[in-house]
């Protein structure tokens, strides 16, 4: 493809995404909402002490903690642009290889998203 063309086509592409919205993750400018473990207690599911909601386009949940961002659904999986919640996702200490319930946390993030 001739240099024009390539650059009127990422032109272009530049200008759909833009109209979409498909821009990735935004933050409410209105405020955030911080899940700390106090809150949870024995049923905080990361091995962080806090994380921030971020809420991402049609439904895509990530928190961040420690200036990474990690997906918390699998629409924000999917995007393949999010750090893996594994790496903060804490282990079930009554049930060996299984990790703790995310949906409390889920929950909430999704309740704080939705509208937004």
Known sequence: MPAPAL??????????LAACGCTGASTDSGGSLTLKKADFGADWPLTVAEATVVCGKANRLMV???GTTYYLNGLAKGDHKWADLFLIWADDPDVPGLKKDMGPLTE?????CQGR
């Open 7 to 16: 650059i009127r086509t990422t032109a272009v592409a530049a200008l759909l």
């Open 64 to 66: 961040e903690s420690g």
């Open 108 to 112: 909430k993030a999704l309740g704080y």
